[in-house]
Nanobody, 115 residues
Framework: VQLVESGGGLVQPGGSLRLSCAAS????????MNWYRQAPGKEREWVAV????????NYADSVKGRFTISRDNAKNTVYLQMNSLKPEDTAVYYC?????????WGQGTQVTVSS
């Protein structure tokens, strides 16, 4: 099982990034997918979720209206489009696959929002 995040980097406040998470080794289309993030010195926090077929999404209040989660089950990939980025969005971003009591994590990708 592998979840590999990519797309992180350094961006100025107000800018955009698109994160990707490529999955392999399990039936991706059967899993709910989440994005989490962890800032230095803080606990990991949930950011967004998308159901297995992509019919339902939800977001943390801190990113609602700025971030969009989506998935392509044909490509076994989940995305996080991040717009209007703020310095407080700086964190390592992780994707998570969940189905019942089973869950998998990626290694994370660093997002830094700074001028």
């Amino acid at each position: 099982v592998q979840l590999v995040e990519s797309g992180g980097g350094l961006v100025q406040p107000g800018g955009s990034l698109r994160l990707s998470c490529a999955a392999s080794g399990f039936t991706f289309s059967s899993y709910t997918m989440n994005w989490y993030r962890q800032a230095p010195g803080k606990e990991r926090e949930w950011v967004a979720v998308i159901t297995s077929a992509g019919g339902h999404t939800n977001y943390a209040d801190s990113v609602k209206g700025r971030f969009t989660i989506s998935r392509d089950n044909a490509k076994n990939t989940v995305y996080l489009q991040m717009n209007s980025l703020k310095p407080e969005d700086t964190a390592v971003y992780y994707c998570n696959a969940k189905r019942g009591g089973r869950g998998y994590w990626g290694q994370g990708t660093q997002v830094t929002v700074s001028s």
